[in-house]
């Protein structure tokens, strides 16, 4: 007898239900989760399949789901008693709350929260079995038999909104029941109204988890495996019958630690966001030219400009996709959900793609004005009767930085292909290869604000081009792919006369440093015909737009790299694309982890704020903080500052030491806040919204932060980072205009004397027209004017504006004194580039090598009386700085800017004689390669005037150095430096 035949339908149905990891994220899908969550590594060890739910169970879900629609109000009781106690089982160790009456036992474990005038009280419990927490001893007792604890919420609440919270205290249900969780240490807990289940996850010192599961459509086939998933992880057994590795709390911790970093994953993407970004702005200048606009290159934007643009917009994204889930922007409210939010965003364009077709979204630009309409709302504020948003200003949002991006009439036509595209790059991380590639809903919760830094960061090592012939994107190893001329391919391919073998091994040959796209034997596979002719001719017409063009790169199909819209990377002449920039190819950038940034902040400024301290005593029970005044005195750079991991990190450092020493003196908000903390020693993502924890954090910011970085990009993302551990809802952003500056730490005056003697290396001997007296002057006014900065009372806009007009007129005081600076530190390059770049006086006469003279000579000049800052003279002094200090600079360098330390932080200086603490991870450059990446010049500039000896130290060492000459006596630095500042990056080194 022949085996019964089953159609192909039947077996691809069974296939599938039996396909676990399918059945996994398609319940991932449907559940709404913010924070670190389980992996699909670890669900699919943990369950391979699904449990299953039998049919006389299945039979009762129905039921009871129907006589809950009937009345959701009326029925939410009963159908939470019924999903607790039968369908997830827990029967006998349920302790549940009837109506709005007493229980003893649940009673024990309410939370008064006296700063918001709130009483958290929990409505179930699952408990050991047998256990009565009415009869434990004490309340950490009945806390400890309990495994997880929740709270219901009115019917048609939604857990995760603060719209919902009711009362003075903003915090959505979930977050009051994480509070609840942590004061008790009782990791998990449910939040419900009856339609809406939220998990939570609250370990002490972690994030918050929350995964929001819809039981609405449980009733239905298509959701079968969201209502298996939900009992598998809650279901009583999972919590008694397992080892602790295996209980759903081993679970979510096992995801957290063997999680793949997904840190380097996201940089990735973002990148790659931005090169598809510079692509389309590409794109839709050619469109605007062809509707009569002059175009970007004619307007005389540069494609770095475009690069600059670009990343900002990005830098903007993820900015504002952490403020929203983290609460810091109304992302509940619905104008602002449905009009502004970046977040909810994707979700709408993808729902689009799916119904019409992902190449429908290039014909449509919505999206991109939404995101134009963001930036606007954050800097500018809205005003509507549903939507309040205050004015947050900031650098980074202003307008008209890039004005041709987001001010001119009409805007660029930038598609919604490209903006779908853009947001999923920085809302799903794809991770792992192979079998193992999953795609996760990124959850900004979970990050830190220096993993978010670090990706920032990335950016910094790329720039834009255009493009002078056509050329294409190489596959190769992510972040290090080459963009090569078509033509030199074409070269190869005629050169290995139809040898697919040899231009295989030729291309692995030609762009081998400092990867090769792939192993010859690869390229020779992937340089085959291609499977299908018509779909790559397709595909290649798609990104050119030209026949002739995709037949030439025809051959090269296969090891051509795929841009986030899945098209092959192709850039025709004159289009703008990104690469790797000279700037930063040669130096390291390194991710600081969070803990490493504290251990050495905490190292250096521990001795700053307790006194007696650890200098004095190893016993920290004999340590006393310092008052508020003093910690608020306290005067921390990093003159590396990058993303400013080490500044973040010495905010929350010192911010927390201040609230302390508020509650030392009575302040009755830090008492509440660290009586109410006890149990939570390390300040979680919900505390860090305190108001309290904002307001020690601005104040630290204001007061006692200062930073330097070469890169101006990267001065926006050290002021974002800031931004985002202190952001205050209602308030604008911190100025930080005044404290952090762009220019490169280690050139530029340092000292008094050398401003008053006209060289680096002081010797008294210039003393022009009483020119000492009149600097000391003049530096005197510039730190009162730059005190008045920070005295000015106010967290409002106007106040910030006031603090802007201030800083303009400190800038104006000091104009002619920072040209001083910059024909001294310009006099230093020139002068060490003189045996191989030929200087001449003023009018012509013989060659000079030592240019300090004729930097006296200038500056008795500018400094007479009656000049004014618009003369001849100070033009022509200004030029002459500048040709100086661009002496020997490599094609692609930055603009060398100067650091005049006793100008642009006078405070620092005439007050403190120095900063109490320098901290950070200065970049690494072996010595015998800083001449190659910034010049000849500037490396003999190093050796005489930074290090005073020759020498071939690498970069950091440098910085060391010149640390040790801005702390002031009692100074304390805590840097990442190389092993013994030579070769390998390991040491942390502390001086004092």
């Not at 009439?409 to 490209?418: M, V």
């Not at 737009?545 to 899945?566: C, M, Y």
């Not at 033009?875 to 100008?903: C, I, K, S, Y």
Request: glycine letters at 8%.
């Amino acid at each position: 007898m022949s085996p019964r035949p089953v159609s192909r339908g039947l077996a691809a149905a069974k296939a599938q239900a039996l396909d676990g990891r399918r059945q996994h994220q398609e319940w991932l899908d449907l559940t709404e989760v913010s924070g670190p969550f389980l992996t699909m590594p670890v669900l699919r060890q943990a369950w391979p399949q699904l449990d299953t739910l039998e049919k006389d169970e299945r039979a009762r879900l129905r039921a009871r789901h129907a006589d809950w629609q009937n009345d959701t109000t009326a029925g939410r009781d009963e159908w939470v008693a019924y999903v607790l106690r039968s369908l997830l089982g827990w029967g006998d160790a349920l302790t549940l709350r009837q109506g709005e009456s007493d229980d003893l036992g649940l009673d024990r474990l309410t939370l008064h929260v006296p700063e918001h005038g709130a009483v958290l009280c929990p409505d179930f419990a699952l408990v050991e079995p047998g256990t009565d927490l009415a009869t434990e001893p004490n309340t950490a007792a009945a806390a400890k038999r309990v495994r997880l604890l929740g709270t219901t919420v009115p019917a048609g609440t939604v857990p995760t909104s603060r719209a919902a919270a009711g009362g003075d205290w903003a915090a959505a249900p979930a977050d009051r029941l994480a509070r609840l969780l942590r004061h008790h240490d009782i990791p998990l807990g449910l939040v419900t109204d009856g339609r809406w289940w939220c998990l939570v996850w609250a370990p002490i010192g972690g994030v918050t988890t929350t995964a929001v599961f819809d039981t609405i459509g449980w009733n239905e086939a298509a959701e079968r495996n969201v209502v298996r998933a939900f009992v598998s992880l809650l279901r009583r057994r999972r919590f008694f019958e397992y080892e602790e590795a295996e209980t759903l709390i081993g679970l979510l911790k096992a995801s957290l630690a063997a999680g793949e970093d997904v840190t380097e994953a996201l940089g990735i993407q973002v990148r790659q966001a931005v090169e598809l970004l510079v692509d389309a702005i590409g794109r839709a200048d050619v469109r605007a030219m062809d509707a009569g606009a002059p175009g970007l290159h004619a307007s005389g934007v540069a494609a770095g400009e475009v690069y600059r643009g670009a990343v900002a917009v990005m830098m903007r994204v993820v900015f504002l996709l952490y403020a929203e889930e983290r609460g810091l922007l109304p992302a509940d409210n619905e104008v602002y959900a449905t009009a502004y939010s970046a977040r909810f965003l994707r979700a709408e364009l993808k729902s689009r793609a799916d119904a019409d077709g992902e190449s429908a979204l290039e014909h449509t630009t919505s999206a991109w004005h939404r995101l134009i309409a963001l930036f606007h709302a954050v800097y500018g504020g809205v005003d509507h009767p549903e939507l309040q948003l205050p004015a947050y200003d900031g650098s980074i949002f202003a307008p008209d930085t890039y004005a041709w991006l987001e001010l001119t009439t009409p805007l660029l036509p930038i598609d919604d292909r490209t903006i779908l595209h853009m947001l999923q790059s920085v809302q799903e991380v794809r991770i792992g290869t192979g079998k193992n590639a999953e795609v996760r809903t990124l959850s900004f919760r979970a990050l830190d604000v220096e993993q978010i830094g670090y990706v920032y960061e990335g950016l910094l090592s790329y720039g834009g081009k255009r493009a002078v012939e056509d050329m294409v994107g190489l596959i190769g190893p992510e972040g290090l792919e080459h963009e090569v001329p078509l033509r030199e391919l074409e070269s190869l391919a005629a050169k290995s006369g139809g040898s697919v073998k040899a231009l295989a091994k030729s291309i692995h040959e030609k762009w081998k440093d400092p990867k090769p796209p792939a192993s010859a034997a690869k390229l020779e596979k992937l340089l085959g015909p291609a499977a299908d002719d018509v779909e790559a001719r397709r595909q290649l017409n798609a990104v050119t737009k030209n026949a002739a063009l995709s037949e030439r790169l025809l051959p090269f199909f296969g090891i051509l790299r795929r841009d986030l819209r899945d098209l092959p990377m192709v850039i025709p002449n004159g289009s703008l694309y990104v690469t790797e920039s000279t700037l930063r190819k040669n130096t390291g950038t390194h991710y600081t982890p969070r803990f490493l940034a504290e251990d050495v902040v905490r190292h250096a400024l521990e001795p700053l704020v307790y006194e007696p301290g650890p200098l004095q005593t190893a016993d920290a029970e004999e340590w006393r903080l310092k008052s508020p005044e003093q910690i608020l005195k306290l005067k921390v750079a990093d003159i590396a500052v990058g993303s400013a991991a080490f500044l973040v990190a010495a905010c929350r450092y010192l911010g927390d030491r201040l609230i302390e020493a508020w509650e030392n003196e009575g302040r009755t908000d830090a008492m509440t806040y660290r009586a109410g903390r006890a149990v939570d020693a390390v300040t979680a993502a919900d505390a860090e919204q305190d108001p309290v924890v904002v307001e020690s954090r601005r104040q630290i910011i204001e007061h006692c932060l200062y930073g330097v970085d070469i890169n101006p990009m990267a001065v926006e993302m050290a002021k974002l980072s800031l931004w985002l551990v202190s952001m205050d809802p209602t308030r604008p952003f911190t100025f930080l205009d005044d404290r952090l500056i762009t220019g490169d730490s280690l050139l530029g005056v340092h000292t008094m004397e050398q401003l008053t003697d006209i060289h680096l290396k002081p010797q008294d001997q210039h003393d022009v027209l009483g020119w000492a007296q009149r600097v000391g002057e003049s530096v005197a006014e510039l730190t009162r004017k730059r005190m008045a900065i920070t005295m000015i009372k106010g967290v409002d806009l106007p106040a910030l504006q006031r603090k802007r007009a201030g800083l303009a007129e400190v800038n104006r005081h000091s104009r002619r004194l920072r040209l001083v600076g910059d024909l001294i530190a310009g006099a230093a390059l020139a002068t060490c580039a003189s045996g191989r770049v030929e200087w001449y006086a003023q009018g012509g006469g013989d060659r000079i090598k030592d240019l300090f003279p004729q930097a006296a000579w200038l500056v008795e000049k500018i400094v007479a009386e009656g000049v004014e800052d618009n003369s001849e003279v100070v033009r022509e002094a200004r030029a002459t700085a500048q040709e100086w200090l661009g002496a020997e600079l490599p094609a692609g360098g930055l603009e060398r800017r100067p650091v005049h330390w006793p100008l642009v932080f006078p405070e620092v200086f005439t007050l403190g004689g120095g900063f109490d603490a320098i901290v950070g991870n200065p970049p690494f450059l072996g010595g015998s390669k800083i001449g190659g990446a910034a010049g000849e010049a500037f490396r003999e500039y190093l050796v005489d005037f930074v290090a005073g000896r020759r020498g071939n130290a690498d970069l950091v060492a440098y910085f060391v150095l010149r640390i040790q000459q801005l702390l002031n006596p009692r100074g304390i630095s805590g840097v990442i430096a190389t092993n013994t500042l030579g070769a390998r990056r390991e040491s942390t080194c502390c001086f004092r």
